[in-house]
């Protein structure tokens, strides 16, 4: 039978074969170190807002719970915006010549929403839900960076699949239960806000080093054996799914 290939053949096609390998591969890295950099993701990068509105200013200084603006976060898949009625409880008897605060009193006298710009977003064939992290006692600066220091809110991380599965691979790195004998018996979520006010009240010194991490948006999980040694107890505790937590349609549904 006559050869259809010459041996020469050979090489050129495991040199196309590498190139139909490496050409992807390339692209695919050169798309993800795009798609990684501030530039698409802006980490750290204040967005324009119809108003300045400052979280250190009114959850820090002020001391406000975010449920008085974020209303559904322990409850439902979304935290949610405060409705303008929310600023004008307090901003139709202070500062109320504030040049900043006019397209406040426009929405109030137009009863037209406030378009605030969105920071945070996952794509839409990605399943989030706030109330089961806020439940299980994971601090909003766990995914958010330090809220309490932003004039103008930035996005704190990536929000990326690695990132979400960074966590959901080894929860027992972020799972944590504030140590103190008046913390105990007191619910999860509770410890979240709790910690806001400890901040408002005694400042950075008060809080141990974890809770500094936390709050000065640089914790990425604990290395800590006696922290993840108490980390997965509360998996147990929790009865956490953790055999399903990077299941694909755990986020993908
Ligand atoms: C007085 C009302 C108020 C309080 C209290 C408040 N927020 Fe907000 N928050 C807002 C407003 C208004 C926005 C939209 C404008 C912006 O992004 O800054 C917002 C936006 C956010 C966003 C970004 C939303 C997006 O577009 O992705 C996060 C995250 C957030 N808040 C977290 C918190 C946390 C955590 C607390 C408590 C420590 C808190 N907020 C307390 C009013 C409030
Ligand atoms: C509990 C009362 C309270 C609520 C509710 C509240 N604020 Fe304020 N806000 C204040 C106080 C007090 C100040 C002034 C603080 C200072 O500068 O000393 C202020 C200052 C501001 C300023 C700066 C004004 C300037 O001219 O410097 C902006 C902008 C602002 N608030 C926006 C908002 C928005 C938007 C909301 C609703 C999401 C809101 N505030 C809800 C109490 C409140
Ligand atoms: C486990 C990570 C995580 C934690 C913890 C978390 N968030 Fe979020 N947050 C997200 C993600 C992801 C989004 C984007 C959701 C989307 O696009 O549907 C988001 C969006 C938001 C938004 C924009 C409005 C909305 O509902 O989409 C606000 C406001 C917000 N978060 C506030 C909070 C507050 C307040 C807390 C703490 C009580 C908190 N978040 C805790 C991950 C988290
Ligand atoms: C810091 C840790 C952490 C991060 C970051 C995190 N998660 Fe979770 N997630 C958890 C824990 C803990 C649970 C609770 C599982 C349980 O109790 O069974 C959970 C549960 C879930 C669930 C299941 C909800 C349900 O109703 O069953 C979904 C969906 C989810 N996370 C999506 C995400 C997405 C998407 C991201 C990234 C944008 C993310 N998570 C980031 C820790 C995290
Ligand atoms: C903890 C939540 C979570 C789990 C579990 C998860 N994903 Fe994702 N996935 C995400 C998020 C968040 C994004 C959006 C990333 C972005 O916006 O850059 C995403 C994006 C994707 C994309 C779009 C391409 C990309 O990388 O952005 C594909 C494909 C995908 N996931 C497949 C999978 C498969 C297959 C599995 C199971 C092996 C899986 N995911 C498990 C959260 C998750």
């Not at 809110?153 to 966590?167: D, E, H, I, R, V």
């Not at 974890?210 to 990425?220: V, W």
Request: with cysteine; aromatic share 8%; proline share 6%.
């Amino acid at each position: 039978m006559a050869q259809i290939f010459r041996p020469s053949a050979n090489s050129i096609a495991h040199a196309s074969l590498l190139g139909v390998a490496i050409v992807p591969l390339v692209l695919g890295l050169a798309i993800a170190a795009l798609s990684r950099s501030p530039w698409n993701t802006k980490v750290d990068v204040p967005l324009n807002q119809p108003v300045p509105f400052s979280h250190q200013h009114h959850a820090v200084e002020l001391g406000l719970d975010c449920r008085y603006c974020h209303k559904d976060v322990e409850k439902s898949s979304f935290a949610g915006l405060p409705a303008t009625e929310t600023c004008m409880s307090c901003h139709s008897q202070i500062w109320t010549n504030s040049p900043l605060l006019e397209p406040i009193r426009q929405s109030m006298e137009t009863n037209t929403p406030i378009k605030w710009t969105k920071v945070n977003k996952v794509p839409q064939f990605v399943f989030f839900n706030h109330s089961i992290h806020v439940n299980r006692g994971l601090n909003c600066n766990t995914c958010h960076g330090a809220i309490n220091n932003m004039h103008i809110t930035a996005k704190g991380n990536s929000f990326q699949m690695a990132w979400c599965l960074q966590c959901h691979r080894a929860p027992e790195r972020y799972l944590y239960k504030d140590k103190a004998p008046e913390a105990q018996g007191r619910a999860p979520r509770q410890q979240v806000f709790d910690l806001y006010k400890k901040l408002q009240e005694g400042g950075m010194k008060s809080l141990d080093e974890r809770e500094k991490q936390l709050m000065s948006g640089h914790f990425d999980g604990t290395n800590d054996p006696a922290d993840i040694l108490a980390g997965k107890k509360l998996i147990n505790e929790y009865g956490v799914k953790t055999q399903q937590l990077a299941d694909c349609w755990t986020c993908h549904r």
